[in-house]
């Protein structure tokens, strides 16, 4: 399987084109022009759409790449606020064929609650689950624990040299702010200042086994962090539900929220 990357023409959004032997996926198509010129370049046999949630930055193009490549829409069957028109509903333990390739399909919710990803050797679409340095928000109908146990629980099995291609690119805002919540890794201030210096390629990918080293939202069960966040937010922390990891994960979305 190959993974196109484009840059949105109109947002800040990443988008990504996975095909494989002339199948072709096109992932949450929001910048609609884009996505239509550059999949009609490509001579495929096959296009379809993946939707991995609801939000209007990321299936607001549907229509249009429908309307012009007559395609066929997967999305979310565990979806029940967005009501994203699809032509076949996928969700938790499905697979799609692309090509020579079975992308594995899970459930993964918490920064809307209907997210899904899709995984195959070495790749995950991540959609707004994971960012490079940071995870989804949960203010457009997310849920912080939900979001906590999808990195602990759901997804915490895949491998660690899965690259994930997240939605957007937040490197830069997300590396800082891992430097400000635990000045002590020197992973992550290696990473900003490579940043900072132009020697990283944009949009920035990472491995899931570089973010569980430095990514505070994959660290949660660290004690040192745990206790840094703790007595440096305590009134946080003392509103802060579940366990201290859990904790921990809530704390930290709260201050990325306000960063
Ligand atoms: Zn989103």
């Not at 490509?42 to 309307?67: C, Y």
Request: hydrophobic share 30%; charged share 25%; glycine share 8%.
């Amino acid at each position: 399987m190959q993974v196109h990357k484009l840059q949105s023409n109109i947002s800040d959004n990443v988008l990504y084109v996975l095909e494989d032997d002339g199948d072709v996926l096109l992932v949450d198509p929001y910048d609609a022009k884009q996505m239509i010129s550059y999949a009609r370049s490509m001579d495929a046999d096959r296009i379809r759409i993946l939707t991995t949630h609801g939000h209007p930055d990321h299936a607001g193009g549907n229509a249009e790449v429908k309307a012009a490549l007559d395609c066929d829409i997967l999305a979310s069957r565990h979806d029940t606020q967005f009501n994203v028109e699809s032509d076949e509903q996928i969700g938790e333990g499905d697979e799609v064929t692309l090509g020579g390739t079975k992308l594995q399909i899970r459930h993964a919710p918490g920064h809307t609650a209907g997210h899904i990803v899709a995984y195959t050797d070495g790749h995950l679409v991540s959609g707004d689950v994971y960012f490079v340095g940071g995870a989804g928000n949960c203010r457009f109908g997310g849920e912080p624990g939900e979001l906590f146990r999808t990195f602990t629980e759901r997804l915490a099995d895949l491998p660690d040299d899965t690259v994930f291609y997240p939605g957007h690119d937040y490197a830069e805002k997300n590396f800082n702010y891992c430097v400000e919540v635990e000045p002590s890794n020197a992973e992550a201030k290696r990473r900003l200042e490579a940043l900072e210096a132009g020697e990283t390629e944009t949009p920035v990918l990472t491995t899931l086994g570089e973010e569980r080293s430095y990514n505070p939202f994959h660290r949660t069960s660290d004690e040192s962090l745990q206790e840094r966040l703790q007595s440096e937010h305590s009134s946080l922390w003392k509103e802060a539900s579940g366990s201290p990891a859990e904790k921990t994960f809530r704390v930290l979305r709260k201050l990325r929220d306000q960063y």
